[in-house]
């Protein structure tokens, strides 16, 4: 039997010992603490009471199993009750394991479904000049126009702007306006660099090229007046931008006219 007498062993494993509680547990506590007052009369001769034909009722018996051959009754312990640390060990072990394959297998699927969209994924030709696939000398130098349109137009407006306000000297409003117009020229001479030019414009291409090539180099000096504190540069910048402003708008409005003439059927593959 165990210390605290609820588990016995039966020869082969520890058993809980049946508690049988009465019906009626609290009828003893009837009446209790209750004094009944002293009666003076005559009491009566106290009689044994009768014997009860009732037979005490016996307590549960426990069949008990045989104990097995040469094994001897183990330890009592308490913690048999407790937590199974072995089982939840086990299926913590599991769980981890899972998650591990998960992983792999998204990860397995992800770099397969990468390499089958790289090795689908159609080759795209570059080529070093711009414009139309089926050329004609009417649709290059369409392409030329169309691509010259609007960095022209702000040229136009930076040429205005710098002849304004670099008019009072080297102020901010100056440099700013300056710096401007640098930028503006960086995009318009690799466009002109980059496309195939036709024959049918090309007289009127030439000039404009090199007078953008001057515009820029006319107004870096005058940047580089600023940057030196030196007048004498800025003004000389200035002055040929002033120059070059207005001739390179008529030299773009010639080659527009000139692409009027060019032959409108296809030459290219």
């Not at 007498?5 to 509680?21: C, S």
């Not at 048999?80 to 086990?90: I, Q, V």
């Not at 913590?92 to 899972?98: E, F, G, R, S």
């Not at 126009?145 to 960095?151: G, M, Q, R, V």
Request: some cysteine.
């Amino acid at each position: 039997m165990s210390p605290d007498g609820k588990w016995i062993w039966d020869g082969a494993q520890w058993r809980p010992i049946a508690v049988h509680e009465a019906a009626f547990p609290n009828w003893k506590s009837v009446g209790a603490g209750f004094v009944p007052e002293t009666d003076t009369r005559a009491q009566p001769v106290a009689m044994a009471p009768p014997r009860s034909t009732r037979e005490a009722i016996s307590p549960p018996s426990y069949r008990l199993a045989g104990p097995a051959p040469n094994v001897a009754a183990p330890l009592w312990r308490q913690a048999s009750a407790g937590l199974d640390l072995k089982r939840y060990g086990r299926m913590a072990i599991a769980a981890v394991a899972l998650v591990v394959v998960i992983v792999l297998v998204s990860v397995v699927a992800t770099l397969a479904l990468s390499a089958r969209q790289n090795s689908s994924a159609p080759v795209v030709a570059t080529t070093s000049k711009g414009g139309p696939t089926a050329r004609s000398d009417s649709a290059l130098a369409a392409y030329v126009i169309k691509s010259l349109e609007t960095p022209m137009a702000d040229l136009r407006d930076n040429s205005l702007l710098v002849r304004q306000t670099c008019a009072a000297g080297m102020t901010s409003s100056c440099w700013d306006s300056v710096t401007t117009m640098d930028n503006n020229l960086t995009t318009i001479l690799p466009i002109l660099d980059k496309a195939t030019i036709p024959l049918c414009i090309s007289v009127q291409e030439g000039p404009l090229r090199t007078d953008l090539t001057n515009l820029r180099a006319e107004e870096q000096l005058a940047l580089k007046g600023f940057n030196d504190g030196k007048k004498s540069e800025f003004l000389t910048g200035y002055a040929q931008v002033v120059r070059y402003g207005p001739g390179v708008q008529t030299e773009f409005a010639a080659v527009k006219s000139a692409a009027a003439t060019c032959d409108s059927a296809v030459t290219g593959p």
